[in-house]
């Protein structure tokens, strides 16, 4: 079974056959367990796997799975209640092709994969090289052709849904997987990548989030977004480091401060002495009567 073809194919299928959001999020995801597994006729998943995936409570899951079974996308085997339930993924491929046909698929197949494999080596090169090249001199200097290396025609949407699928990431179908490969000739497929490792167990509509972000912030690249995070840190460490401590003043200096600040005239005060102060001019007496009892 090809992967890419399916997945295209199942584009094609849906629209003139409607599936819910979940429904469609399934069958990615049957998709990729089959693929990992080696393509077996029959592969077993337990239903708490798939409501992990989804989100969904098992009622929901059930409902979906049906929908798929009766549009003829998919066929299911209970194993009851304490096994893993055993599915299939029924192919668009014609399946009373002749062994001619088949061997001529598989020729077909094998080409497509070479060629797809040779321009991720070629794409990853140029990736390569162009961070020993300062980024905006390039992009001045040759603007048209960095764009055609990220346009290359790699199978993005099968590297894209692996991701989704290892990292848990939340999927409402294909709505998302075109969103997400809108930004491919825009940015590095890399910088993508980067996108969904920062949005795992989270959602795609996420990590489009922080595309669109990175894009407002003309972030193309993997390299220019290293360069501008360092600069924020950058930034940060130096406004903590020069913190200036100030010593309060004492309440009396402060209310006096204010009154100048209103323009309130201060009232001169009368110069006092011990002797206007009861307590002291008694402390004082008794001062000198001790003084003279002494002598």
Not at 66 to 78: C, D, P
Request: net charge positive; hydrophobic share 40%.
């Amino acid at each position: 079974m090809n992967y890419i073809r399916e997945l295209n194919a199942f584009v094609d299928w849906l629209e003139t056959n409607p599936l819910e959001a979940t429904a469609q999020t399934l069958w990615f995801h049957l998709m990729a367990i089959a693929n990992k597994s080696g393509w077996p006729e029959w592969f077993a998943v337990s239903n708490l796997t798939l409501q992990a995936k989804l989100s969904v409570t098992e009622n929901t899951l059930a409902k979906h799975r049906n929908t798929l079974v009766q549009k003829g996308r998919i066929e299911y085997r209970s194993q009851g209640k304490q096994k893993a339930g055993k599915y299939r993924i029924i192919p668009f491929s014609a399946p009373n092709l002749t062994a001619k046909n088949e061997v001529n698929h598989e020729k077909s197949d094998d080409h497509a994969s070479k060629i797809a494999a040779d321009r991720e080596v070629l794409h990853e090169a140029n990736l390569a090289e162009k961070r020993e090249v300062n980024h905006e001199a390039l992009y001045k200097q040759n603007k048209t052709k960095r764009k055609t290396n990220f346009s290359l025609e790699i199978p993005v949407r099968e590297n894209f849904l692996s991701m989704i699928n290892e990292l848990n990431i939340k999927c409402r179908g294909v709505w998302d997987i075109d969103a997400l490969e809108a930004f491919v000739g825009i940015m590095e497929p890399e910088l993508i990548r980067e996108a969904l490792k920062r949005s795992e167990m989270k959602s795609v509509a996420y990590a489009i989030e922080i595309l669109r972000n990175w894009h407002a912030e003309k972030i193309h690249t993997v390299q220019v977004l290293r360069e501008h995070e360092g600069k924020r840190r950058s930034r940060l460490r130096g406004y903590r480091g020069n913190v200036v401590l100030m010593d309060k003043l004492p309440a009396s200096i402060q209310w006096q401060q204010e009154q100048e600040r209103l323009g309130v005239p201060m009232q001169p005060r009368e110069p006092r002495t011990v002797a206007d102060d009861p307590e002291l001019a008694e402390m004082l007496r008794d001062l000198h009567r001790s003084k003279k009892a002494g002598s």
